[in-house]
């Protein structure tokens, strides 16, 4: 037995220990192993948390390089799916889907709206700007293709005053009616609009869309594309893009055109619909598939996409081919609208154009009273036109810019330009 005071080894059966003289009885026994069982236990559990650690930590990689695979594997999809080339795809398929939506089978007529107003920058002088930027076209109208007739309504404003009103209809003769300068339908003396009555071949057009455009797409190249960021104004605010941009050098050109060409030839549905749609026996449309087109002085050109950063909705395109770039965005100010601009040695033309299809739309023709044959339209009749121009409001307020900014009317300097032509039409004849 060993003493709980000192530690000395004892007899079993001795009373006090032999070292420090101490009492020895049953309870320092077993208190004794009781501290030497506890110990036990300890060591035993701190072996154990041990072990336990060391296990939690050989899962802990294990779960941390999983998610890691799985993130890296996932970033690999996400920028696979933005790389350039997939961006263009994605960006023609969509093109070509809404093309589709725009072509019905059965109707039994077309509406059109269409609007135009211009934005001129760049010219170094504001008052010419003005006056360019303050009209407005608009164009509204159909075909009816049961009935075989046509009318349009084409209305020219000036700062939102009215310049030339008039309507182009044709049922069995074309008639122009200039509503607010004549007050009688002119009639053409020739006119054929059989050919506007065709109506498109879906199943054929959907064909050779189709063909195309899968052709298209498979012959982009990874190095025919750049990627980029760049920061550009959306809905008045800056933001960051993604810019896809597919150079076509005349090497890159002739590629695509070689490899849509030899695809094209090779398939026989794009032929027979080709041939369906522009009137014409296959092997014309194969001759003109072979026509090769000249690379000598192909300059190239840049096709830029810009889409948001996260996803790939396209923000804007444009197109740059040595010093003119074209540019294509949606209108902020209208969904259903778009702004096309070219920008050229500074100066940039640009358009809010807004447009939509109607199919099936009741077209109404206008009453023909007492038409007029054009070749019997008289000098004095068409003085008159020219007065009621002058006359509109839209006119009076343009020939007031253009005095301001020139210190000559309209008819001034339209006086001045025909005698200069004449001018320079007898010096030449000479």
């Known amino acids: 037995m060993k003493c709980v005071f000192c530690g000395a080894d004892n007899l079993d059966n001795a009373k006090f220990c032999a070292n420090c003289g101490k009492e020895l009885n049953s309870n320092q026994k077993l208190e004794f192993y009781e501290k030497e069982d506890i110990e036990e236990l300890k060591n035993q559990k701190h072996e154990n948390t041990n072990k336990k650690s060391k296990k939690r ?14 993130l890296g594997a996932a970033l690999t999809f996400v920028l696979s799916r933005f790389s350039p080339k997939n ?9 070509y889907k809404a093309s589709l939506s725009e072509i019905k089978g059965d109707y039994d007529s077309i509406y059109l709206s269409l609007s135009l107003s211009p934005l001129v920058k760049g010219t170094g002088s504001k008052q010419f700007e003005d006056i360019f930027n303050k009209f407005e076209i608009k164009l509204a109208g159909g075909v009816d293709y049961n009935k075989k007739t046509v009318l349009y309504n084409f209305v020219t404003n000036y700062n939102d005053k009215e310049f030339v009103n008039a309507y182009f209809q044709y049922d069995k003769e074309f008639y122009i009616m200039l509503n607010n300068l004549y007050d009688r339908p ?48 959306l809905n008045n605010k800056k933001v960051k893009a993604r ?5 076509l050098n005349e090497k890159n050109a002739k590629e695509m055109e070689d490899y849509i060409t030899k695809r094209l030839l090779a398939n026989d549905d794009f032929i027979n619909a080709y041939a369906s749609i522009a009137g014409e026996d296959k092997d014309q449309v194969k001759a003109s598939l072979n026509e090769n087109a000249s690379y000598e002085d192909f300059k190239t050109l840049k096709i830029k996409l810009y889409t948001s950063m996260w996803n790939k909705d396209l923000i804007k395109v444009k197109i740059i081919s040595d010093d003119v770039t074209v540019e294509i965005k949606q209108s902020t100010e209208n969904k259903d609208g778009y702004v096309i601009s070219v920008k050229s040695g500074g100066i940039t ?5 807004k447009y939509e299809y109607v199919y099936n739309k009741k077209i109404d023709l206008k009453d023909v009273n007492n038409p007029i044959n054009s070749e019997e339209l008289t000098s004095d009749a068409l003085n008159q036109i020219l007065i009621n121009l002058k006359n509109q409001e839209g006119y009076k307020l343009l020939d007031f810019d253009v005095k301001d900014a020139t210190t000559m009317s309209i008819e001034e300097l339209l006086a001045m330009f025909f005698m200069n032509d004449s001018n320079a039409s007898d010096t030449y004849s000479y």
């Open 57 to 70: 930590l050989i899962i802990s990689l294990c779960i941390t390089f999983s998610v890691l695979f799985v």
């Open 186 to 233: 002119i009639m053409a003396e020739e006119s054929d609009f059989e050919d506007v009555f065709n109506k498109v071949d879906v199943k054929s057009t959907k064909t050779v869309l189709s063909s195309f455009v899968d052709a298209f797409n498979d012959s982009l190249q990874n190095n025919y594309f750049e990627s980029g960021k760049e920061t550009i104004m």
């Open 243 to 247: 810019v896809s941009t597919l150079i």
């Open 349 to 353: 033309m640009a358009f809010n154009m």
């Open 87 to 95: 961006v263009f795809k994605q960006v023609v398929n969509e093109s």
